[in-house]
């Protein structure tokens, strides 16, 4: 009889070695280590302390990198004919340099001739001045005669200014017709894009002459699924990078979500796992240095949590039954089986949104031979 129970102890302890598992004296102290999947791999259960803090991504989105500010200059055939485009790509503008020249021949002849028309009121005045100031000084006494002299002279200086002022006129509009055939840059940046080949034709209308980017002011635009809309907001900070440079990342925050999708139904989702579903466009305000990145970079964008919540190791979360938990280790050190509700998580941490607080001793790396108000004893760490 002794010796069955000898056996069977044996085996009970053969069964329970794998988890090294010992029970020690009444006081059930348990020492607890996973089984080792790997040599070389610590599995070691620790304690470490729940505590608030923000996971470092909750959303993955993809993006492409533009111009904050650009300029496109178009064909506009009422300006006549193009004389002259007056920069190539890869040239570097000034705000207000010329970029596009039309031919200023009608333009100029209209100008010239109503500074003729100004300069000949002018003379036409400065005779008539001299006119009456001469028939005033003719007599000593001031006659008749004198006074319908004068005043016809009168009228013809009120009438050259007239005509002075419809030539200024006529001048002003002349300059902006000038002014019209050089179309100036609005900003300082680079040309991208250089078309010398449009011509007068329907669809050349809308064909580009000139683009100019600022790669001063970048940003990123993309789409977001209908899912990740009420997990984001204005102004939360990003981290993104691109597949060009893989070594350096970028920082932004997101400027603008729509709150229309741009089309329903079916689609691609911007997240990563192609999901479907409406897609909102956003936009990220890059706040780092711009460095070597490129308009029309695609980029892989992270979305950092603005929001406080519980954290405990990925690994301190088990699953049964559809159900997650925690092992805690209670003020008496002893372990507690705790349901626990998910939030989002990272590479590392686990936000706990329900059934933890702030403080909590919790257990990593839990064995299944684990029990409920056996003491426990392991290295307390701090997550």
Do not use: C
Request: charged share 25%.
């Amino acid at each position: 009889m002794k010796g069955n129970k000898k056996t069977k102890k044996w085996q009970l302890y053969t069964a329970i070695g794998a988890a090294s598992i010992i029970i020690i004296g009444a006081a059930g102290i348990l020492l607890f280590r996973q089984p080792s999947q790997a040599a070389g791999k610590d599995d070691t259960s620790h304690l470490v302390v729940a505590k608030e803090g923000t996971v470092a991504s909750s959303v993955l989105l993809s993006g492409t990198v533009t111009a904050k500010n650009e300029q496109y200059v178009y064909l506009d055939a009422s300006k006549g004919e193009v004389d002259e485009i007056l920069v190539s790509v890869g040239d570097k503008v000034d705000k207000g340099q010329a970029l596009v020249k039309y031919n200023s021949t009608e333009a100029q002849s209209a100008y010239d001739a109503a500074n003729r028309a100004i300069a000949k009121a002018d003379r036409r005045i400065k005779d008539l001045k001299e006119s009456r100031n001469n028939t005033l000084a003719d007599s000593e006494e001031y006659d008749g005669a004198q006074e319908s002299s004068v005043s016809s002279i009168d009228s013809q200086i009120s009438d050259a200014r007239d005509s002075r002022a419809d030539a200024e006129a006529q001048l002003k509009k002349a300059q902006a017709q000038l002014d019209a055939t050089k179309i100036l840059s609005t900003l300082e940046g680079t040309v991208v894009e250089v078309n010398r080949n449009v011509s007068k034709s329907t669809s050349a209308a809308n064909q580009v002459m000139v683009h100019v980017v600022s790669n001063d002011n970048l940003q990123v635009k993309g789409e977001l699924s209908e899912y990740n809309l009420a997990n984001l907001s204005v102004d939360q900070e990003v981290t993104f990078s691109s597949k060009v440079y893989q070594d350096k990342t970028w920082t932004g925050k997101i400027s603008y979500i729509s709150a229309y999708p741009k089309n329903s139904g079916e689609g691609t989702n911007a997240i990563t796992g192609g999901n479907t579903g409406s897609k909102y466009p956003y936009t990220i305000e890059v706040t780092s240095e711009i460095g070597d990145l490129r308009p029309g970079f695609t980029v892989s964008v992270e979305v950092k949590s603005d929001k406080k919540s519980i954290l405990v190791p990925l690994t301190s979360v088990i699953t049964e039954d559809g159900k997650n938990y925690v092992w805690v280790v209670d003020e008496e050190n002893k372990a507690k089986k705790i349901e626990v509700s998910l939030g989002n998580a990272d590479a590392e941490n686990q936000e706990i949104t329900s059934g933890l607080t702030d403080g909590t001793k919790v257990i990593s790396n839990p064995t299944t031979s684990l029990e409920e108000g056996k003491e426990v004893k392991a290295d307390e760490t701090t997550n």
